[in-house]
């Protein structure tokens, strides 16, 4: 087999076939990777060579902005992979958000995933995801989510036919643009009187009891397509590697994965040199921050210490300190991946910081003001960017592309409440999160019905 599934703990190393539906090892578990005998396999020699299919536009798998790269991710044959047109998305050089940042013009790129058919990077992820269910024959998917992935998980069962969809999520917690979305698309919706964490925990012991095929970014097939942002980035920069990607994190699938896709670039020799990682928490969810940057817990070569965790999240629990921010993609206390990510922090030479709900709603602003416009999790990574330029960490003239992770429209609430002119509502949707004032709002202007008033209001 050139493709097999391995357990990421050092100390065990198991491998599984590809074809058995696993979300952690059976053997120790520790989180799952795919992996590849590439010397069995034919690699492109530079990354260049991808080129070649722009010219095969009318193929669906090379239309794909996942499956164009194929090769570096070829767990299924090619004519069996799902796609819905993912991955058509763009990295934009950004002069108005650079000023934001603090970053010198020119310097500042951001890779606008929420171009993707759902609205969020997630269909990177599920179009490899349902690829694999599709292989193993599965009739039903299920996942927890914030929103967008139950979003994503609807569209592509929707769209593929293969399997039904389920999703669970939090009561209260899911953005409207969101849930509209897993309803329209037909998914079974579940809502469950707690929050993500819970969900996500509930939804792994469903799984586990039917045999329901489990798409959360635990499963290492969804992650697979995740790494093709990184290969569109590198290819949107004329195949150079940028100084920083930077990336809001929630359950750290998204980082995970770009620490993967570098792993494996650097292993093929396709890069010479690898890009610095920022991680960006919300300050409402913080535990890799807290984690990172206040326990000191690393990679540490795979031996990873558990026991830290173990007693952080004890502490958590006796605390009932539960997850909030206006950032509801990365509302989350128990991020799944947290080991994978402190693999792509040590590989990448990563750094992790919070960003408060003030500093992430004002970043947001900045990027809708710049004609991009992104949801409030999104815009933690321009937050984030902005704090370490500020600290010099980022260096003014050092090219960083910031993720924008879903669009604009995934929680207009949001975008109401800090532009608009109810303070109640402001209040009741930022307020209430610590958000103070508004410096960005464009605020809409209420005037009578007449010609005069309104032409006084233009002048
Ligand atoms: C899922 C999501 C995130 C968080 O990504 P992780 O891989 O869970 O860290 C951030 N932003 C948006 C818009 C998302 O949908
Ligand atoms: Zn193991």
């Known amino acids: 087999m050139n493709v097999f599934q391995r357990c990421i703990n050092p100390q065990c190393r198991s491998t599984f076939d590809v074809g058995e ?14 992996e590849y005998d590439w010397d069995k396999l034919p690699t492109p020699k530079k990354l260049a060579d991808f080129e070649k299919y722009w010219s095969e ?3 669906p798998q090379r239309f794909s902005g996942v499956w164009r790269f194929h090769e570096l991710l070829p767990f299924a044959p090619l004519d069996q992979c799902v796609t819905v047109g993912e991955g058509q998305t763009i990295l934009q050089r950004s002069n108005g958000v650079a000023e934001y940042v603090g970053a010198a013009a020119g310097s500042l790129y951001l890779q606008y995933e929420g171009m993707n058919p759902s609205g969020s990077f997630k269909d990177n992820g599920m179009a490899a995801g349902t690829t694999h269910g599709r292989l193993v024959g599965a009739t039903q998917a299920a996942c927890a989510s914030t929103g967008n992935t139950s979003a994503s998980l609807a569209l592509y069962c929707a769209a593929s036919k293969s399997m039904k969809s389920v999703v669970f999520v939090g009561s209260g917690k899911i953005a409207y643009g969101k849930l509209s979305q897993a309803l329209d698309y037909g998914a079974r919706t579940v809502q469950i009187q707690g929050d993500f964490d819970d969900a996500m925990a509930r939804v792994q012991e ?26 569109r980035v590198l290819e949107a920069l004329r195949w ?8 809001p994190g929630g359950n750290l699938g998204n980082s995970s994965s770009f620490g993967k896709a570098f792993i494996e670039l650097k292993k093929l020799g396709l890069i010479d040199r690898v890009p610095r990682l920022a991680v960006i928490n919300a300050a409402g969810a913080d535990t890799l921050d807290r984690l990172y940057n ?24 006796a605390e009932n300190r539960r997850a909030s921010t206006i950032a509801s993609a990365i509302e989350i206390n128990r ?27 004002d970043a947001k602003a900045s990027v809708g003001a ?22 010099g960490v980022i260096g003014r003239d050092e090219r960083v592309v910031c993720i924008l992770t879903g669009h604009q429209l ?27 004032t508004a410096p960005l709002a464009n605020r809409p202007v209420v005037v009578g019905n007449d010609i005069d008033a309104i032409l006084d209001v233009l002048r």
């Open 21 to 34: 539906i696993l979300h952690r090892c059976p053997t120790c578990g520790a989180l799952l990777d795919v």
């Open 57 to 59: 536009r009318s193929n």
């Open 206 to 231: 469903v799984s586990k009891k039917t045999g329901i095929y489990l798409l959360n970014s635990l499963n290492p097939f969804r992650l697979e397509g995740q790494k093709t942002i990184m290969f």
């Open 240 to 247: 150079e590697v940028p100084d920083w990607i930077v990336v």
């Open 294 to 317: 206040d326990e000191g817990l690393r990679w540490n070569g795979g031996n990873v210490d558990n026991a830290k965790i173990d007693a952080f999240y004890a502490q958590m629990d």
């Open 335 to 361: 991020p799944v991946n947290l080991t994978k990510c402190l693999r792509a922090l040590d590989f990448c030479d990563g750094v992790v910081r919070k960003v408060s709900e003030q500093e992430i709603v």
């Open 370 to 391: 710049n004609g991009f416009g992104c949801e409030p999790a999104s815009a933690a990574s321009v937050a984030g960017a902005k704090k370490l330029v500020a600290e």
């Open 410 to 436: 995934k929680d207009p609430n949001a975008t109401v409440a800090y532009h608009g002119a109810d303070p109640a509502f402001f209040e009741s949707v930022l307020g209430k999160r610590g958000v103070a």
